[in-house]
């Protein structure tokens, strides 16, 4: 499977200015691919304010998103601000080729921004096949809970986007490796760039893991489109030699 990462600055809380711009960079790219992975709230930055940016599954971004989809012929993600039954969601979305829809919400919210009194949280993971492969698509703050993420239904794929600022960049790095490592699995993030109007500077490292730690795409500081591929009998020779996930604990949530 055949993956690109778009590394981005996002205009604060214009929707429509973000879209423009990621539908230049999803058409300028020339190759063929399976999955196009953009950062969190790619539709309006990593606002506490979620009226300002907030849409329905039936709006403007999730059109554009399928049309986008089925014209490329790959599968699109990211998150952004959804409005449902009066609650507001930070909102994964995975759009296929087809047209059809998966959907994350965000279950660990992040208090120190308040997240958690803006939002409400999710309480189901996703896991769904596509292109051969299991998936497992999280959200920024999810990455510092590895039960939450454990493999014990053996996908293939965790993927994480973001909006993971500078100071804490050397956690973000750190914790994709490890998560990556223990779950024997893919692992994929992508996180934005740039500066919002909170003073908070993002410096990307997005990047692509195997599932012993190695780097596909290593963490990347400029804006830009990154492409990999990932190899599933690579991925299942490797666990088949090592058998680490045959060893795990047991446990319930």
């Known amino acids: 499977m055949k993956i690109a990462l778009i590394q981005a600055p996002l205009l604060w809380e214009n929707p429509i200015q973000n879209r423009n711009y990621f539908e230049d960079k999803i058409n300028s790219i020339r190759e063929n691919v399976d999955l196009i992975v953009l ?15 907030a849409e329905v599954m039936q709006g403007e971004t999730v059109s554009w998103l399928q049309d986008l ?12 601000v959804i409005e449902e039954n009066g609650n507001f969601y930070n909102r994964l979305v995975f759009v296929l080729p087809s047209g059809e829809i998966k959907t994350y919400d965000k279950k660990h919210l992040f208090t120190l921004a308040g997240e958690d009194k803006a939002y409400t949280s999710g309480t189901e993971k996703l896991l769904f096949d596509y292109k051969g492969f299991k998936i497992c698509p ?36 750190a914790l994709l490796k490890a998560r990556g490592i223990e779950n024997m699995c893919y692992t994929i ?8 109007p909170n003073q908070h500077h993002y410096p990307g490292h997005s ?26 009998n690579a991925l299942l020779e490797t666990r088949q ?4 996930l045959n060893d795990r604990d047991a446990f319930t949530m």
């Open 39 to 53: 950062p969190e709230m790619f539709t309006s930055g990593f606002t506490m304010n979620p009226k300002s940016a």
């Open 69 to 80: 989809a089925k014209a490329k012929n790959a599968a699109i993600t990211g998150s952004l």
């Open 138 to 173: 999280l959200i920024c703050y999810d990455l510092r809970f590895p039960v939450f993420a454990r493999n014990t239904e053996e996908y293939d794929v965790l993927i994480y986007v973001a909006n993971w600022p500078k100071p804490r960049i050397n956690a973000w790095d």
């Open 189 to 196: 993030g992508v996180n934005r760039i740039g500066e919002d």
């Open 207 to 232: 990047q692509a893991i195997d599932c012993l730690g190695n780097y596909l795409i290593e963490p990347q500081e400029n804006e830009g489109i990154f492409i990999s591929t990932l190899n599933k």
């Open 241 to 244: 030699k090592f058998g680490f």
